[in-house]
């Protein structure tokens, strides 16, 4: 059974950092590209970067460009999102997901539950 | 970058009816499109990919097609529990994978 975990969401100031995880399980996780999406509270869903099966290629929304780094360790079956200059903008819930395809990029076809990241003073 | 329009933004529908939502792309996507369901607190769940190919163990209730720039998905023989937000979402020119606004469903 595929399963998504992610933790490190907390309340954290403007202009502050943070690292989300998400350990994965149930599937062959070096071999399929990783997903972030959040979703802002009552809002709908945006996708956030993308990282290949082997960590190689990483992409960004442009509304995070430069600030989240997206990252994996396929030792520890574990993505993670490192999260700095945080805005109130980027406060949501947020998804990791695994890609339908093998060693490709498609849409994802299992998602964590969620962890909520709240940039506020 | 591709923007994804969906409409309507809400359908109410009757038990036992058929639900038909539209998702427009700015430009061609090919196939490369994705819906998904999501409840209230709970992560998206994938129904549908390559615009027509149904997840596993989605019901045959739901049904995709379309390509290049018009998609629609069709839930016939609605029921309760189909009650929730759907969203499109391309991936044939990323980044970004761009997801529609939403619909939500009422049953």
């Known amino acids: 059974e595929v399963q998504l975990v992610e933790s490190g969401g907390v309340v954290v100031q403007p202009g502050g950092s943070l690292r989300l995880s998400c350990v994965a399980s149930?599937?062959?996780?070096?071999?399929?590209?990783m997903h972030w999406v959040r979703q802002a509270p009552g809002k709908g869903l945006e996708w956030v970067s993308l990282?290949?099966?082997?960590?190689?290629?990483?992409y960004y929304a442009d509304s995070v460009k430069g600030r989240l780094t997206i990252s994996r360790d396929n030792s520890k079956n574990s993505l993670y999102l490192q999260m700095n200059s945080l805005r109130t903008e980027d406060t949501a819930l947020y998804f990791c997901?695994?890609?339908?395809?093998?060693?490709?990029?498609?849409?994802?076809?299992?998602w964590g539950q969620g962890t909520l990241v709240t940039v506020s003073s | 970058e591709i923007v994804m329009t969906q409409s309507p933004a809400t359908l109410s529908v009757s038990p036992g009816e058929s639900a038909t939502l539209s998702c427009r792309a700015s430009?061609?996507?090919?196939?490369?499109l994705a819906w998904y369901q999501q409840k209230p607190g709970q992560a998206p769940r994938l129904l549908i990919y390559?615009?027509?190919t149904r997840a596993t163990g989605i019901p045959a209730r739901f049904s995709g097609s379309g390509s290049g720039t018009e998609f629609t998905l069709t839930i016939s023989n609605l029921q309760s529990e189909d009650s929730a937000v759907y969203y499109c979402?391309?991936?044939?020119?990323?980044?970004?994978?761009?997801f529609g606004q939403g619909t939500k469903l009422e049953i």
């Open positions: 997901s695994k890609d339908i395809s093998i060693r490709g990029y498609s849409g994802s076809d299992f």
């Open positions: 149930g599937f062959s996780f070096d071999e399929y590209t």
């Open positions: 990282i290949s099966w082997d960590g190689a290629r990483t």
């Open positions: 430009q061609s996507v090919s196939s490369h």
């Open positions: 390559g615009a027509s």
């Open positions: 979402q391309q991936y044939n020119n990323w980044p970004p994978y761009a």
